[in-house]
């Protein structure tokens, strides 16, 4: 079974803060809009028309409890509510979003009832599915329980741990599963293909060699809320040998989904990667690690893809791009997504694995993957945490190159958040 929490649970798990603490605060009510801190937001860059996420430590300003605060943006003698969320970690982290046209930005923290604001992001389970929707619009759809592969098929084909569908914020779904010419392709997912691990190369990618497989084996957290919605995920990367199975990677998969703006979101993936058991190595490969296939209503005659580094669906494959905008016509419109990663990770600016026009007997169906480990291998040891970190612009219409260089450079170096208590 997937829980052994409920989702109430899970929520408390998100948002709790200790009952003595609330007692204390509780005794003392709150003085009417008692001002705490002004939060000025410095934008660096070029603006690429977006809303962009900024975060603080909440703790280094103050203890009061969230249901307690206002945000406000300050514009001259202009006061405008802004929903923001607070998440708890090591440390509570405040997080709200702001547009990238203005340099610099205002805004007041202060000790009020807090303003029921937008509604945000919020997640459903639904057919072993946890589905994350802003509203009625359904965003993206993460799988957890075992997807069965098609009838007549092999069950070694089946899997779970993966997102479909992902669609665009007007709806068109951007994903798809188990195409009949590869079985083993799951809407966006992270195997890797070419491992070594006790001995034996093992591929966790290719699910009819038998060597392997990635599972689901535990939420970690779900959180909804004003600003994001977002599960944690714990995948079991699984080498099989001697009829038995071992837990060789060890990955947590966090994916966080923004309020959608008008015609684009921001989902942010997050992979950390441990290892509890014997070193692997991940051996240089055409391609392993986050991939996407994409619906099959694209060809290379309605879709398109350009790179950071100015390369296209002909030239792409096995260049080094910070991102790739990959679109075309899903249902009569266009529609898109735009992968970044983030300057950490593992041999960035990464490779690509992008299928060429010729793909599947010429139609040119699309397939996009950074691969790290593409044209070099990667030590994982066990003791360390290894992470890579991508942030998805989900879109409808068009993005131009323009804005993906300055949405991903707000990625990169985000906006700077400058605290003056009073």
């Known amino acids: 079974s997937m829980m052994s929490f409920s989702q109430t649970t899970f929520r408390r798990l998100a948002t709790g803060v200790s009952g003595a603490l609330l007692i204390i605060l509780s005794m003392t009510p709150p003085a009417i809009a008692q001002k705490l801190a002004t939060l000025e937001v410095v934008v660096g860059g070029n603006p690429a028309g977006i809303t962009i996420p900024v975060s603080t430590n909440l703790d280094g300003i103050t203890h009061v409890a969230v249901d307690e605060l206002a945000l406000h943006k300050i514009e001259g003698s202009k006061r405008t509510a802004v ?15 702001v547009s990238d ?51 007549g098929v092999n069950e070694v084909f089946g899997r779970s741990g993966f ?7 007007k709806g068109h779904v951007l994903t798809r599963i188990q195409p009949p010419d590869h079985y083993h392709h799951y809407g ?58 071992n837990t060789a990677i060890r990955e ?11 015609n684009y979101y921001i989902a942010d993936i997050t992979v950390d990667m441990n ?55 899903v249902d009569g419109e266009n529609a898109g997504i735009v992968m970044m990663s983030y300057p950490t990770n593992y041999n960035h600016p990464e490779p690509l694995r992008i299928w060429p026009e010729n793909a599947n007997r010429n139609r040119g169906d699309m397939f996009a993957n950074f691969s790290p480990t593409k044209n070099k291998d ?33 990625f990169a170096s985000p906006p700077i958040v400058k605290v003056s208590k009073n």
């Open 275 to 329: 290892i509890p058991g014997k070193p692997v190595r991940l051996l240089e490969y055409r391609y392993g690690g986050l991939g996407w296939r994409a619906t099959e209503q694209w060809t290379k005659e309605n879709s398109r893809v350009l790179t950071s580094e100015g390369k296209t669906r002909k030239d792409a494959d096995g260049s080094i791009a910070r991102w790739c905008i990959v679109d075309g016509t």
């Open 163 to 169: 997102i479909h569908p992902l669609r665009s914020p």
């Open 188 to 245: 966006v997912w992270n195997p890797w293909t070419h491992a070594l691990y006790d001995g034996d190369t093992v591929d966790f990618w290719n699910l009819n060699a038998r060597q392997g497989t990635v599972r689901f084996a535990n939420f970690l957290s779900v959180i909804n809320g004003e600003v994001f919605g977002e599960y944690s995920a714990i995948h079991d990367h699984i080498a099989f040998k001697n009829g038995k199975e």
């Open 252 to 262: 947590l998969q966090t994916v966080r989904v923004y309020a959608p703006q008008d």
């Open 101 to 151: 046209k203005e340099k610099s930005q205002r805004f007041e923290l202060t000790r009020a009832s807090k303003p029921s604001g937008a509604s945000g992001v919020k997640t459903v389970e639904r057919d072993g599915a946890l589905v994350l929707a802003a509203g009625n619009k359904e965003l993206l759809s993460y799988n957890f329980e075992v997807m069965k592969p098609p009838a």
């Open 83 to 97: 929903p923001f969320q607070v998440n708890n970690g090591r440390e509570r982290t405040l997080t709200w979003l």
């Open 378 to 410: 990667w030590q994982l040891d066990p003791g360390e945490n290894y992470v890579l970190k991508y942030r998805f612009i989900v879109f409808d219409g068009q993005f131009s190159k323009e804005q993906a260089e300055a949405a991903w450079q707000a």
